[in-house]
């Protein structure tokens, strides 16, 4: 089991820069691969960024690759989602997830889910 707490949203105008990140309980933490979710209104939940255990591997939904970069501190039990160059689609509730073995791209396979975070962007 793991709890995980978002926090870092807010509001930003376009063009802007955002820092997002996760807490997680427990002292496992290095065992989960870590992921980012949103969900925007009246849209169906997509995948944004993936880091697997040891932090060395990344994987990014299309519409983050470029713009937003996945990290993880293992000592401090957090990871974070860099967003630049943000965008009026990017707003959404964002969700930091966690799994030991999930299918990096695929939001359903992750187990354990935080309670998500407001990115709200304005032109």
């Known amino acids: 089991q793991v709890q995980l707490v978002e926090s870092g949203g807010g509001f930003v105008q376009a063009g802007g820069s955002l820092r997002l990140s996760c807490a997680a309980s427990g002292r496992t933490f290095s065992d989960y691969v870590m992921g980012w979710c949103r969900q925007a209104p009246g849209k169906e939940r997509e995948f944004v960024a993936a880091v697997t255990w040891t932090g060395t591997g990344t994987y990014y939904g299309r519409s983050a690759k470029g713009r937003f970069t996945i990290s993880r501190d293992n000592a401090k039990n957090t990871v974070y989602l860099e967003m630049s160059n943000l965008k009026r689609e990017d707003t959404a509730v964002y969700y930091c997830?966690?799994?030991?073995?999930?299918?990096?791209?695929?939001?359903?396979?992750?187990?354990?889910w935080g309670q998500g975070t407001q990115v709200t962007v304005s032109s």
């Open positions: 997830a966690a799994d030991l073995r999930p299918a990096y791209s695929d939001c359903i396979t992750y187990d354990y």
